[in-house]
Structures are given as C-alpha cells and as structure tokens.
C-alpha cells in the first residue's frame, strides 16, 4: 500500500474518499498534509495519529468538526477543544 511505503504520492491527484475502512493512512506525514487541505481527513487516519497532537491539532484548526475523529484523550485536550471552536 502507498500509505505504509513512505511513498511518495502526488496529493492533488490522490482521492482519499477512495480509500476504505480498513486502509487508514499511517503515515503522519501524508496524513497531515490532507488534514491541512480539509480536516474532515483526519477520519482516515490510523488510531495512532488520530492521537497525535500535531495532527489533531492541525486538522481541527482546518475544521473545527473534525474534533469527533480525534482520541477520546486529544477530545478533552483544552488547547485542542479551544481549537476546534475557534474554526
């Protein structure tokens, strides 16, 4: 799979809606840069960055809404829930 390979991948022609349930991205790095675009990405993202403060952060930053597909920890993260309705 493109997501585990630390492949390189052209974003702008990647479809994540493409993707199914059991191809979560784990690679942070692309993970953030979908995030960045639209933070409704972060529901594609492996348990393990859906608990990362940088990822959540960023994308709940995007997209307050996006709060919902964080951790149950990072959803009671002040400076994270202060991000998310500030959006």
């Known amino acids: ?3 585990n390979e630390g492949v390189e991948i052209e974003l702008d ?5 493409d993707l199914t349930h059991d191809e979560l ?4 790095a692309i993970l953030l840069e979908a995030v960045k675009r639209d933070g409704e990405q972060l529901r594609c993202g492996s348990d393990e960055l859906r608990d990362d ?3 959540v952060l960023t994308a ?3 997209k307050g809404e996006a709060l919902r597909h964080a951790s149950k920890r990072l959803r009671s993260e002040r400076k ?3 991000a998310a309705v500030m959006d």
């Open 60 to 62: 709940v930053t995007k």
């Open 25 to 28: 991205i784990v690679d942070k």
């Open 13 to 17: 022609h990647f479809q994540f809606s």
């Open 80 to 82: 994270i829930v202060l």
């Open 1 to 3: 799979s493109l997501m």
């Open 53 to 55: 403060p940088d990822v």
